[in-house]
């Protein structure tokens, strides 16, 4: 049984920082990412990070202020986001799956989910 636990969400102002973690458990997990989903909207792709930290992808709207890393030691991934945005709000969903590599930008392309931590950014 895969469980991805997700924390570090919260409210912020726009233009401040939070950074989010995703503890996977259950087995090692390769690659991995985080999804967001506003109200109303379709879940989207935001960010990812290959099984060795030497693949990473953005979504071109948090190029340049999020951060993606992990740690394999502790099987947690990291998604730093900095200069904020009221349209930052939104569910944050950990991702994760079995392949070395970023298996693609779709839900579907990966296999295990987290709960969802809500990221509200105040203007």
């Known amino acids: 049984q895969v469980q991805l636990v997700e924390s570090g969400g919260g409210l912020v102002q726009a233009g401040g920082s939070l950074r989010l973690s995703c503890a996977a458990s259950g087995r090692t997990m390769y690659a991995m990412g985080w999804f967001r989903q506003a109200p109303g909207k379709e879940r989207e792709f935001v960010a990812a990070i290959s099984w060795s930290s030497d693949s990473t992808q953005f979504a071109d709207s948090v190029k340049g202020r999020f951060t993606i890393s992990r740690d394999n030691a502790k099987n947690t991934v990291y998604l730093q986001m900095s200069s904020l945005k009221s349209e930052d709000t939104a569910v944050y969903y950990c991702?994760?799956?079995?392949?070395?590599?970023?298996?693609?930008?779709?839900?579907?392309?990966?296999?295990?989910w987290g709960q969802g931590t809500q990221v509200t950014v105040s203007s």
């Open positions: 991702a994760a799956d079995h392949t070395r590599f970023v298996p693609g930008t779709r839900p579907r392309d990966w296999d295990y």
